[in-house]
């Protein structure tokens, strides 16, 4: 198994930046960022598959993704932050199935427990 953490979520202004990390217990050359907002769906932010990037419609230019592959550990720079990015981000890794997307969340098979984002007007 694969075990996930994330860290660096907090509270900011809209139009300030954060850092989200993700520390795997091992390495995975398939990695994502998810959010999820209270009574909406999870949905993809960013993937990263053998160095790869993807991003989702609406964080794409504002947001970073990148994996140092030496100490297993996926960030997702966050800059121009909007209140509309206010949600628990989750850190996924290792795809499973038939894929589709990397940014459909049915194809994660780990994941991590969620940091808190709050971003204020």
């Known amino acids: 198994q694969v075990q996930l953490v994330e860290s660096g979520g907090g509270s900011v202004q809209a139009g300030g930046s954060l850092r989200l990390s993700c520390v795997a217990s091992q390495y995975s050359p398939n990695m994502a960022w998810f959010r999820q907002a209270p009574g909406k769906e999870r949905e993809g932010v960013a993937a990263n598959g053998f160095g790869r990037q993807y991003y989702g419609d609406f964080v794409k230019g504002r947001f970073t993704i990148s994996h140092d592959t030496q100490n297993n550990i996926l960030y997702l720079q966050m800059d121009s932050l909007k209140p509309e990015d206010t949600a628990t981000y989750y850190c996924?890794?290792?795809?499973?199935?038939?894929?589709?997307?990397?940014?459909?969340?049915?194809?994660?098979?780990?994941w991590g427990q969620g940091t808190q984002v709050t971003v204020s007007t």
């Open positions: 996924a890794a290792d795809l499973i199935g038939r894929l589709r997307s990397r940014l459909e969340d049915t194809n994660y098979k780990y």
